[in-house]
């Protein structure tokens, strides 16, 4: 189905999805909630910019939208003081509508801002008129009255210092006074006195007006005029009807404004919030720096992430060489750029660098006493530790800010995170209480945003908690404040957590206790002391479990619970019954009057998933403790300056700053103390300012990228002349082969010039002589060496061996990232090893087509060396000197194609050279089609390519590491099948608003062998929060070998707070080969066809399907449905139900059972039978069908016991057994089941090849014969030869053409057409000779035994587009099985890039295929070779 020109965004500058109106509508409503304006604005505007412009061409919807869009964008433009363009969308709005009350609520609260209280005050009444019902029309008449009633006149024209200007209220008082009438004076008791004196507290000035002024923006001029008030005896006198009233109102105003500045100084950059003091002979710098951060500020605002975090590092360079004698404020300014750094590594997603920036941030503030900075800082951390799911860690920095945080509105917003903290570890009764403490502060502040979060967190826990009528009473006021906020997202959003909550009512969920699965825990307490309990005899310590499917309850810790006795707090090990938390999270000690207790930890084997953890303390127990938290073992934070000991030992707790997973422990286990002393030169300059680091290349193992950071003299490392030593421990590299040295070259003085380095470990003393410089400006210009044991390195500039007597020409292709900020302006060199020798360091400088910029983004490079014959390339070193202002670089791949001998070798990248990104490195060693990441081998690119080789006694050679075509035996093929095979998995996310989720997803890959079920991709190997927005994502795993990858299932659980999920594609890599998935659409079950499980096919992009409605087609006929629910607890299924159905003639797809013939209300309950009638293309015999559901709704499983369809015209009936959950919580956890005529799912063979030679037949109940009938049906092309177990051999021969580029390193596949059967995508995988098929010019046979074709009828080639040279030029095709010999020929490309662009061919024998263009005009015959996956005729 098309959409309309107006429901789709057509931006020509994003290649992600297209996003409709309303998606962009609901991303602007977040960002609202979320306090981010500008990024609100942006979605509103696209959202407009959807709309047709011309009101003539505008439908009423149209027009509608319109109006919400500009009062919404109005509204954003209110909250960042844009008050002017505020108004001018209020007022567009109401150019089509005067009487569009939204319009005129926004168009009133923009004049109330812009000071124009009774313009506001009339239009307050205008809105009232019209909607007497709506009571923000009367707030904003009070606040307008309110306003006007204690205005005293244009600040710029009274001049409050002269009395007289304003005796008036003084005199009005007494004239009020005389003309009242007088009241007789009684006795009135002490105690009946009300005393009517206002109290006057004293305000202060601003302690810095720069500073509240850039805060308060245009408020700040209110802040001075109500001070000015406050301090005006004549306006404000003592006692007085009028001075009282004026007074406090003032006073409440200053109040007012001094909280939300308090709350927003935590917001804005700390150099507003403490103007730098600069020195008179300092003006320079520190007019530079203030411009420096504010530029930075601006370009983190409008989200340019990777500018801001460049210009600050050089702002950091800057800062450091300032003279802090000159420039006083020159470490807070670090602590700031610190803080910079901080939050754009956060929003670049280097979770690991913006912990360091933010520590070193808190570290700074904690040394000086500096709440606001600390303040600053743990807030800062806690985000990090929260957007990268480490919970544990953000509640224990969230709680430390709990006493710095003063506002009532920064406590609000501090409880309701803590409290989302809680929830995800499973605490929700800690969640719950949380979330009330956070609505109590956002009431006492009057912030309804922060009262409707706060309300939904309570809610949510409430409903986990199995409180589902307190859960209904909650979401009910949260329903009420969000209309009152007019926040349609999350009115839709609380209407459908609110029906679930209603169900579980319904079903009596809220009366019967919870059916929870239990499970035995060991229970292991470590601890040397016992507890000191009080004097209460009501003193215990119980214990409580929590994971992600909640708490376990509270275990004692007695051996027996019956034992008076109480629990003595000595180390023991329990075996205790509880609920099933599952996955743990945390634990938690609920201890009564216990007065110490200097517990090391608790470790918990959970015999449920065979899975042992260790919890330990993030606070010492103590006779305040009522329940404290122990995390994971490396969760625990470490604080700067942190007195708080562990009362037992007197050390610090163990901690763990790092993201980043530890070493495997057989790695581990070992530690060696390693001593490397570095020498560096005495000539002027020699020292260096850079970071060093070492990598050990040993025989065992290998140490990379140690930083040689703290000399053990205390000095300053690497000066002029100086010998340094640095000790650390690390696992035992055994033999050392080499070393690698090198710097980041950063600070003022990067060039280094080294004497010597010497290593010692285990009692040996390895020697590398250096003598040279590693400097950008100097020599080769290198920065990066790798050294061997007493041989002193050559000084290489770029290479120039072109005159050597076997120079050859290689033509070298380099393509820079499509992506921003990926070019780079450094010179780049190119090194290569081969088998017979090596050439080093050709700069690629000059390209083949004179390009005057190289390796932009986005850019592919070709440049031709004319260098030594290396013989067969085994490794390449690409690296830059990181020279020039931009030297970062991501590389994506480079091609060497060596001209005369027509080889090429290709090596993906896919990564930065960057000093300042992920490991640093501006230097990478490539093997052929392997990433660096797939590198294992720690050897240098020399001792690969110089490995020496033996011969076997048939002269064929072994021993080379890098020969991709060993021959392995039999025995060692069996061995291996036995093997868990790896596997990565790329997942590729869209880059449109919105298409990042957090729900969990799940892959299964589906095989002719074997099949893995929902394999959750978790952990994603760069350490960052996976399917975020345009990122790419790799996961590995080991598991069965699945054999020929048919097709993968994805999905996700529909979990989290945005769990609709954009996917571009997903990439299988295993055993060598690539299996590319397109996908390019939503998995939301609020877009498209609402599905959030796809079954994709191998290269084949899905259709997105909605719910088929094909009942006008030519052919319509009518079948019945029944679908039988077992009669069993909760077998019946809230969710959505459709059924696709599959025969010899066509198909018809995903018709939805909505509808039954019964009209029954309440579908798919457990035990019913539901008839339903589908008016739907005739689909012939129908060979298979699919039954799924979209896991919408609470009680989304579904136990189904049968389908049956009957065919109405031709009276026959097909019945299907089921018998099985379709739940994604259950059993292989399938929503979506394929089924054949009478077999059950478990008795259909998954994993098939689509060449099977029998069918199910279907039954059919009639009451006459006939020629039709089902049980008589055969299909010809399935029909077996009269001996089906008799084999057939063929042999097939491929011959490639001799052209440039002709090879191709792609799956090839062969599907045979006979008159009796048919052969499937056959994989030409291993050719006769052993050696790599379809090479430039080769002839290649594979041979294999199958079921007899019959006569030979057409053939399909085709190929899977993998790998960087995918593109093949076959000559022809040749087929020899029962002494005959068919050829077919070919003489075209199979590429995506050339002529047709197609890459599968059906071929006639001895018919030369037409190459056809691409214009979408092939035949039915061409379209229908992938059209029906479970069409298994020829």
């Not at 030594?868 to 194609?897: C, F, M, N, Q």
Request: hydrophobic fraction near 30%; charged fraction near 30%; proline fraction near 3%.
């Amino acid at each position: 189905m098309v959409k309309k020109d107006d429901e789709i965004s057509v931006s020509s500058e994003t290649k992600g999805p297209l996003k409709s109106f309303q998606a962009l509508m609901g991303e602007g409503e977040k960002f609202s909630r979320d306090k981010l304006y500008i990024k609100a604005i942006q979605s509103y505007t696209e959202a407009l910019d959807l709309l047709p412009q011309d009101d003539d061409k505008s439908t009423a919807k149209d027009i509608n939208d319109r109006l919400n869009g500009l009062v919404a964008r109005s509204a954003c433009y209110l909250k960042i003081g844009k008050n002017n363009l505020a108004l001018q969308d209020a007022e567009e709005s109401l150019k089509s509508n005067k009487e569009f009350t939204r319009g005129l609520y926004q168009k009133a609260e923009a004049l109330y801002a812009m000071g124009e209280f009774e313009l506001a005050l009339m239009f307050y009444h205008r809105g009232k008129k019209l909607r007497s019902d709506l009571r923000e029309f009367q707030l904003g008449i009070n606040k307008a009255q309110e306003a006007i009633d204690n205005s005293v006149g244009d600040p710029n024209r009274v001049k409050l210092e002269a009395s007289g200007d304003l005796s008036i209220f003084y005199k009005n008082d007494e004239e009020d006074a005389k003309k009242k009438k007088k009241q007789p004076i009684g006795y009135v008791r002490a105690s009946q006195r009300k005393d009517t004196t206002v109290q006057r507290k004293p305000h202060p000035p601003p302690a810095n007006p720069k500073t509240t002024k850039q805060l308060l923006g245009d408020l700040y001029e209110d802040r001075v005029f109500l001070d000015k008030i406050i301090n005006n005896t004549t306006v404000t006198k003592a006692n007085t009807k009028s001075g009282d009233a004026i007074y406090q109102l003032a006073s409440d105003g200053i109040d007012y404004l001094d909280g939300r500045t308090h709350f927003w100084r935590q917001q804005e950059p700390l150099y507003a919030r403490k103007s730098l003091k600069k020195a008179d002979n300092d003006d320079e710098n520190y007019a530079y720096v203030q411009r420096e951060l504010e530029a930075i500020d601006e370009l983190q605002n409008t989200d340019q992430f990777v500018d801001a975090r460049r210009r600050a590092h050089r702002l950091l360079e800057f800062c450091e060489r300032l003279d802090e004698r000159k420039f006083s404020e020159k470490q807070p300014v670090i602590a700031d750029i610190h803080s910079r750094l901080g939050n754009a590594y956060l929003e670049l997603g280097d979770y690991n660098k913006a912990l360091d920036y933010h520590f070193r941030d808190l570290t700074y503030a904690t040394s000086k006493n500096d709440n606001d900075r600390s303040s600053r800082a743990l807030d800062n951390l806690g985000r990090v530790y929260a957007r990268s799911g480490q919970f544990a860690q953000a509640i224990q920095v969230w709680e430390r800010k709990i006493p710095l945080a003063n506002s009532s509105l920064e406590k609000a917003w501090l409880f309701h995170e803590i409290g989302q903290c809680h929830f995800g570890l499973g605490d929700y009764e800690r969640a719950k209480r949380y979330g009330e403490r956070s609505y109590v502060e956002a009431v006492a502040v009057n912030d309804p945003v922060w009262q409707l979060n706060a309300k939904v967190l309570v809610a949510h826990s409430q409903a986990k908690l199995r409180q589902y009528r307190e859960a209904e009473q909650t979401f009910e006021e949260a329903l009420a404040l969000a209309r009152d906020q007019h926040d349609m997202a999350a009115e839709r959003a609380i209407e459908r957590a609110l029906k679930d909550v209603r169900d579980q009512i319904a079903k009596g969920a809220a009366d019967s206790p919870p059916d929870r699965a239990e499970t035995t825990y060991d229970i292991k307490v470590t601890s040397d002391e016992s507890i000191e309990y009080g004097d209460d005899d009501q003193s215990s310590v119980k214990l409580t479990v929590f994971g992600d499917n909640g708490s376990s309850g509270l275990i004692d810790l007695r051996g027996n619970e019956n034992d008076p006795k109480k629990y003595d707090g000595l180390s023991t090990t329990l075996k205790k019954k509880a609920f099933d938390a599952g996955k743990l999270t945390k634990l938690a000690l609920t201890c009564s009057k216990i007065e110490s207790w200097p517990l090391d930890s608790i470790e918990i084997t959970d015999s449920k998933r065979k899975t042992k953890q260790k919890f330990l303390l993030a606070e010492s127990i103590d006779s305040m403790t009522s329940v404290i938290d122990l995390y994971p073992e490396g969760s625990i934070v470490e604080f700067p300056f942190d007195t708080r000991k562990d009362k037992k030992k007197g050390k610090s707790k163990t901690t763990q700053r790092q993201l980043s997973a530890p070493r495997p422990a057989s790695q581990s286990s070992k530690k060696v103390q390693y001593t490397v002393t570095t020498k560096t030169g005495s000539a002027f300059g020699s020292g260096t300012d850079a970071n060093v680091f070492i990598t050990l290349n040993g025989n065992k193992q290998r140490i990379a990228r140690q930083q040689l950071q703290k000399s053990e003299s205390g000095r300053n490392p690497f000066e002029k002349g100086s010998k340094d030593d640095f000790k650390f421990e690390d696992v035992d590299v055994g033999q050392l082969k080499t070393i690698v040295i090198e710097h980041d070259n950063s600070g003022t003085a990067s060039g280094w010039y080294l004497d010597a380095v010497e290593v010692k470990y285990n009692g040996n003393t390895v020697k590398f002589p250096v003598g040279r410089w590693l400097d950008t400006d100097e020599g080769d210009k290198r920065i990066s060496l790798e050294l061997e044991p007493n041989k002193k390195p050559t000084s290489k500039t770029s290479t120039d061996d072109s005159n050597a007597p076997n120079a050859v020409d290689y033509e070298v292709t380099v393509k820079t990232a499509d992506k921003r900020g990926a070019g780079t302006d450094a010179n780049v060199f190119l090194s290569m090893f081969g088998d017979k020798t090596k050439t080093e360091r050709h700069e690629l400088k000059e390209t083949m087509d004179r390009t005057l910029n190289r390796f932009e983004s986005g850019a592919t490079d070709r440049f031709k060396i004319h260098a030594p014959d290396v013989g067969k390339i085994k490794t390449i070193r690409i690296e830059h000197d990181a020279t020039g202002l931009g030297a970062g670089w991501y590389a994506d791949s480079i091609e060497i194609h060596h001209v005369s001998r027509n080889e090429t070798y290709k090596f993906p990248v896919d990564r930065w050279l960057d000093a300042g990104e992920g490991d640093k490195r501006i230097s990478l060693d490539l093997e052929p089609d392997k990433k660096p990441g797939q590198l294992k081998d720690s050897k240098s690119p020399d001792t690969l390519a110089y490995q020496k080789t033996t011969k076997d006694p048939k002269g064929s050679e072994v021993g080379s590491t890098t020969d991709a075509n060993k021959k392995t035996t039999k025995a060692e093929e069996q061995s291996a099948s036995n093997k868990p095979t790896q596997y990565l998995i790329n997942v590729k996310t869209g880059s449109a608003l919105g298409s990042g989720t957090d729900a969990n997803v799940f892959i299964t890959l589906n095989g002719d062998k074997q099949r893995i079920v929902r394999q959750q991709l978790q952990k994603s190997e760069s350490g960052r929060n996976p399917f975020e927005k345009g990122s790419k994502d790799d996961f590995k795993f080991e598991d069965v070998d699945v054999g020929q990858l048919k097709s993968i299932v994805l999905e996700h659980d529909n979990t989290g707070m945005a769990s609709g999920w954009f996917c571009d594609s997903v990439e299988v890599k295993y055993n060598g080969n690539t299996v590319k998935f397109p996908v390019g659409r939503w998995l939301d079950t609020d877009e498209g066809d609402k599905r959030i499980s796809l079954e994709l096919e191998p290269n084949k992009k899905p259709v997105a399907n909605i719910s088929t409605d094909d009942s006008n087609a030519a052919n319509a006929v009518d079948y019945e449905v029944t679908v039988k629910t077992a009669k069993k607890k909760g077998a019946g299924t809230d969710a959505n139900v459709y059924l696709g159905m599959f025969g010899d003639k066509t198909k018809t797809e995903r018709h939805q059972l909505k509808e039954s013939i019964e009209r029954s209300r309440n579908l798919f309950e457990s035990g019913a039978t539901n008839r339903f009638k589908i008016h739907a293309p005739d689909v012939g015999k129908i060979k298979t069908i699919r039954i799924e559901h979209d896991g919408t709704g609470i009680g989304s499983g579904w136990y189904a016991d049968s389908i049956e369809i009957r065919h109405i015209s031709r009276n026959e009936t097909y019945t299907f057994s089921i018998d099985r959950w379709l739940d994604s919580g259950e059993g292989d956890k399938r929503i979506s089941l394929d089924l054949d005529p009478d077999s059950k799912p478990t008795q259909s063979n998954e994993s098939s090849t689509t060449n099977a030679s029998t069918t199910q037949k279907p039954t059919k109940e009639v009451s006459n014969a006939s020629k039709n009938e089902p049980t008589q049906a055969t299909t010809t092309a399935n029909q077996p030869s009269s001996d089906a177990n008799k084999k057939t051999k063929y042999t097939v021969v491929t011959k490639t053409g001799s052209k440039i580029g002709s090879g191709t390193d792609a799956n090839v596949y062969l599907t045979l057409n006979g008159d009796k059967n048919k052969i499937v995508r056959l994989h030409l995988a291993k050719a006769e000779a052993g050696s790599d098929p379809f090479e430039n010019n080769a002839r290649d046979e594979f041979i294999f035994d199958h079921i007899d074709v019959g006569q030979l009828k057409t053939i399909i080639i085709e190929h899977d587009g993998t790998g960087m040279g995918s593109g093949w030029y076959c000559d022809y095709v040749e087929v020899n099985y029962n002494n005959n010999t068919i050829k077919f020929p070919v003489e075209r490309w199979l590429d995506v890039n050339e002529g047709d662009k197609r890459i599968s061919l059906e071929l006639e024998p001895n018919k030369k295929p037409a190459a056809k263009m691409a214009s979408g005009e092939n035949t039915d015959e061409e379209k229908v070779q992938h059209d029906n996956f479970f069409d298994n005729e020829g």
